[in-house]
């Protein structure tokens, strides 16, 4: 159990679909991020919120539409997706907005495994 | 672009031997970090070193920073089979507002 949690583990969508990936994190933090990791390729920063406010757009299509309702939800909405875009979604916190020298820790949940067909 | 780049990308060992993992990096940095993620779940934190340290220690887990060399590794003594998985170095950049992940080295570790 790592305090974020994400649902759900696994979605297949097709390409016309709109579906939306939910997390949940249970650790008092004030920033949340979205990551995707795709086979062989090193991870990529998607979105980042501190304090609910969205602070980094990591220019990622408009396909993905993400929303942070408050400090613990954060969820990424997903619509007319490409079979490229199938990938493990992780979701991640850290317990303050970024801090430059302050050693920032990320903790991330389980991820939610995408197919799109 | 890439920041932390893992060598070697897999690495084979037999339990009780140690494993060392390298990574290297473009600019300066804060800090860096070492991430551990088991096949098909999330990352979880191993260690941070300080960018005015040169090694740190953690159980089995020992991480070493050459800032003169923008590199960094991170040695494995005497693995076990529950070590198997993919490690990942992420730098914290001085002028940066977040984690950069490198590719990663998958570490396999038989009994």
């Known amino acids: 159990e790592t305090g974020v949690t994400q649902t759900p583990r696994h979605l297949v969508m097709g390409m016309t679909n709109k579906k939306s990936l939910k997390c949940e994190q249970h650790l008092g933090h004030n920033a949340m991020y979205w990551y995707k990791q795709s086979a062989k390729k090193p991870l990529e920063l998607m979105f980042v919120?501190?304090?609910?406010?969205?602070?980094e757009n990591n220019s990622v299509p408009s396909r993905f539409s993400p929303e942070c309702p408050n400090s613990s939800h954060l969820f990424l909405h997903l619509h007319t997706l490409q079979p490229e875009d199938s990938a493990l979604y992780l979701c991640a916190s850290s317990p303050q907005g970024w801090q430059p020298q302050m050693g920032n820790t990320i903790y991330f949940g389980e991820g939610s495994w995408l197919t799109v067909v | 672009s890439q920041q932390g780049e893992e060598d070697p990308q897999a690495l084979s060992i037999q339990e009780g031997e140690n494993a060392t993992m390298n990574c290297s990096y473009k600019?300066?940095?804060?800090?860096l970090q070492w991430y551990r993620q088991n096949s098909g779940r999330g990352l979880v934190h191993l260690i941070l070193i300080r960018s005015n340290e040169r090694e740190k220690h953690s159980g089995r887990l020992r991480v070493t920073l050459d800032t003169s060399k923008k590199s960094s590794s991170l040695l494995i003594t005497a693995s076990r089979a529950a070590d198997t998985a993919s490690y990942f170095c992420?730098?914290?950049?001085?002028?940066?507002?977040?984690?950069?992940f490198g590719a990663g080295t998958i570490l396999r570790v038989k009994s």
């Open positions: 600019t300066s940095i804060n800090n």
């Open positions: 919120y501190n304090f609910k406010e969205q602070t």
């Open positions: 992420a730098t914290d950049q001085e002028y940066g507002n977040k984690l950069v």
